[in-house]
């Protein structure tokens, strides 16, 4: 069971546009920066969208970030054939017995249908 | 431009050691921080551990006990070793490294498979 709670599908046409949602808690998204990263099985993971809503270089701006509260969001529009991947979110959990750690979302499958 | 490779058995017997070595090229390994990953068969993304550059090291709380994360400078690379594996521990391990707190820089995932 994942800390950080995400959608396990979400499907749209090309052209369209999708949000992921990712919901924790007050010691992990609430208080800490939320990152999201794209994965095709097989490849190596890729660093989309770092501290809530920056972009890497490379990264298009079709791919947006933000959060509120204890819940962050990623959004992409323009969807292509070639987003179909899987996207995690993660980020620091503060919990005070376990010294810090990192957390993820068990990941959300995106179809471009 | 950093790249990982990741590298070990891809077949460890229950009770035995996993040991992994994550090889990183186009940057010193002095310069960034370094994690352990793992996805289990159908699952998403799990965080094992982290050695700074220093050297100090911090891991997931579920593992702790059965996790050692080691840099080699002098080979640049880092090594992951968990104990006591089961099947449950069956899964592509990923390294990865970065600045802070984000990950830049992922390897391709390495399969490891729990049977005797």
């Known amino acids: 069971q994942s800390v950080l709670t995400q959608p396990p599908s979400v499907s749209a046409a090309p052209g369209q546009m999708v949000t992921i949602t990712c919901s924790g808690s007050s010691s992990n998204i609430g208080n800490n920066y939320v990152s999201w990263y794209r994965h095709v099985p097989g490849t190596a993971p890729t660093l989309l969208i770092y501290?809530?809503?920056k972009r890497p270089s490379g990264i298009p701006d079709r791919f947006s970030g933000s959060k509120s509260g204890t819940s962050a969001t990623l959004g992409i529009t323009g969807l292509q054939t070639g987003d179909e991947a899987d996207y995690y979110c993660g980020t620091w959990d503060n919990s005070l017995s376990a010294g810090g750690f990192w957390v993820f979302g068990g990941g959300t499958k995106l179809t471009v249908l | 431009q950093v790249q990982l490779q990741e590298s070990g058995p891809g077949l460890v017997k229950p009770s035995e050691t996993l040991s992994l070595t994550c090889s990183v090229s186009g940057g010193s390994i002095r310069s960034y921080d370094w994690s352990w990953f793992r996805q289990p068969p159908g699952k998403g993304l799990e965080w094992i551990g982290h050695?700074?550059?220093?050297?100090?090291?911090k891991f997931n709380p579920s593992l702790k006990s059965r996790v050692t994360i080691s840099l080699d400078t002098s080979k640049n690379q880092f090594s992951l070793r968990l104990s006591s594996v089961t099947a449950a521990d069956t899964a592509v391990y990923f390294c990865?490294?970065?600045?802070?707190?984000?990950?830049?820089?992922w390897g391709q995932g390495t399969l490891v498979t729990v049977s005797s």
């Open positions: 050695t700074y550059g220093g050297g100090s090291t």
């Open positions: 990865a490294g970065g600045g802070g707190r984000d990950f830049d820089y």
């Open positions: 501290e809530n809503s």
